[in-house]
């Protein structure tokens, strides 16, 4: 059976060219490791190998690999109607599926809620709808001069050429900089960043005001505010007060920006409350959901937008209209797969769930942090993070060269666990079956990582 997944890696790097890899790497720094099915929180190799998926592919796994109930909504539908275009034509999943996400996406009071919401196919096209739908919306009212976005600092919205544009990670942006359209940024309120005796509500405060300044600037060219709420997950997971969001929203109101959340990595109850816009008690004009929304299935994206903003494109010019489109907006399959997850989080009560599998996080994560290269250790609900420095002081990063990441990644799938840190910061974001014997193995194997790592 080794036989056959070494027969996978030979095929696979002679065709396939992979996402996010410098392919000089493979075969021999990083072994390719096919995949041949998923059980629960488990990834099972061809010769029969177990990893445990601690990162949720991606983050897109909610439930367990292969969930069954998922996975039979999606064969239902398919045996009935597997695509139709979206443009003239409707189906019900893709009403139902609108129906229920506006019944349940966060509300703020005083404000109308959300009400309309337009498919894509993928995180990064959901977020150039929300960016062209907030130029698009002020252009309609002739507001010509509002043609800017704010971001923050270390955001990441994808990659695409416009969310590349809002996204503020080198790594990813810099060779494509000459292609970008200019986009203006506002300091991450990261609460890793706060000055000593600082407080994480001080330093989000601390960027606020950054961002008030900016928006002022500005005055009347910025059409929105693009914001991880909470966490800034390819940044890092870095976290940051609920508070900032408030101010946020404050800010937008008062400059006549929309605020877009994108909730891309942080939707679907992965820090603790179903949208992490809650835990601030803010509704966004626009709200960018993917990854989560289908389970884990299939790719998917909703765009939520307010009455405000769909009513901007109501007019009997055509080109007044979104006439975005991506062929398989609304797929049936995949809206059926997100109505089977929506039904879980009922079914299971999930999100009571998570928070005692939260808990269990926090506790076995605990005697991690007095690592001697731990200098932090955070958690929102089901992600919790660690940071690794040379003197577990936020003052001594290592240095990129030495690749710690790269090196805790393979030490940690040595033993059965799928880690993929980001830089320096090894994270678990499990599928939410996760159980108390998997955490023990996730919490032994990850000091384990760090220890080789950094030997
Ligand atoms: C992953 C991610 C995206 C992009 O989604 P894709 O489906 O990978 O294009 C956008 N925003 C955030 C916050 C993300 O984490």
Same mark, same amino acid.
């Given at each position: 059976m080794l036989a056959e997944a070494d027969a996978w890696r030979a095929r696979d790097l002679s065709v396939v060219w992979h996402p996010c890899t410098q392919m000089r790497e493979h075969p021999h720094t990083l072994p390719l490791v096919p995949i041949a099915r998923g059980d629960g929180a488990w990834l099972i190799g061809h010769d029969g190998t177990r990893y445990l998926d601690a990162?949720?592919?991606?983050?897109?796994?909610?439930?367990?690999?292969?969930?069954?109930r998922i996975g039979a909504a999606i064969a239902t539908q398919a045996m009935a109607l597997e695509q139709v275009m979206l443009a003239g034509f409707t189906h019900a999943p893709a009403v139902e599926l609108a129906e229920r996400l506006l019944a349940i996406a966060p509300r703020q009071q005083g404000r109308t809620p959300l009400s309309k919401v337009f498919y894509a196919d993928n995180g990064s096209a959901g977020v150039e709808v929300a960016l062209k739908m907030a130029f698009h919306w002020f252009h309609n009212r002739g507001e010509?001069?509002?043609?800017?976005?704010?971001? &923050?600092?270390?955001g990441y919205h994808g990659e695409t050429l416009?969310? /590349?544009?809002?996204?503020?990670?080198?790594l990813y942006r810099r060779v494509y900089a000459p292609l970008l359209t200019e986009a203006l940024f506002a300091p991450s309120p990261d609460a890793y960043l706060a000055q000593p005796g600082e407080s994480a509500a001080d330093c989000a405060a601390r960027a606020a005001e950054a961002l008030a300044t900016l928006l002022d600037q500005h005055a009347g060219e910025v059409c929105a505010v693009i914001v991880e709420p909470r966490v800034q997950c390819a940044g890092g997971m870095r976290m940051h007060h609920p508070d900032y969001l408030v101010r946020v929203r404050e800010l937008c109101d008062a400059s006549g920006a929309f605020l877009i959340a994108d909730e891309i990595a942080v939707g679907f109850g992965r820090t603790?409350?179903?949208?992490?816009?809650?835990?601030?008690?803010?509704?966004?004009? &626009?709200?960018?959901l993917s990854k989560g929304l289908t389970g884990g299935? /299939?790719?998917?994206?909703a765009v939520l937008a307010t009455e405000t903003i769909y009513d901007g494109f109501l007019d009997d010019a055509r080109e007044r209209a979104f006439l975005h489109s991506h062929s398989y907006t609304g797929n049936p399959l995949a809206c059926a797969a997100a109505l089977a997850s929506l039904d879980i989080f009922r079914a299971d009560y999930v999100l009571a769930r998570n928070r005692a599998t939260a808990r269990a996080m926090a506790a076995l994560a605990e005697p991690l942090a007095a690592h001697r290269h731990v200098a932090d250790v955070r958690q929102a609900g089901m992600m919790l993070a660690f940071e690794l420095t040379r003197d577990g002081d936020k003052?001594?990063?290592?240095?990129?060269a030495s690749r710690i990441g790269l090196k805790a990644y393979r030490a940690a799938l040595s033993r059965g666990v799928v880690l993929r840190p980001l830089g320096d910061v090894l994270y678990w974001m499990p599928p939410y079956c996760v159980d108390e014997e998997q955490l023990q193995m996730l919490a032994d194997v990850t000091r384990a990582a760090i220890d080789e790592a950094t030997a």
């Open positions: 990162v949720s592919s991606w983050w897109t796994n909610l439930f367990g690999h292969a969930e069954p010509h001069r509002r043609t800017k976005f704010i971001a &923050l600092e270390n416009g969310a /590349l544009a809002v996204g503020d990670i080198p603790g409350t179903l949208f992490a816009s809650e835990q601030s008690g803010v509704m966004p004009d &626009l709200l960018c299935f /299939l790719p998917l994206a003052a001594t990063p290592f240095p990129s």
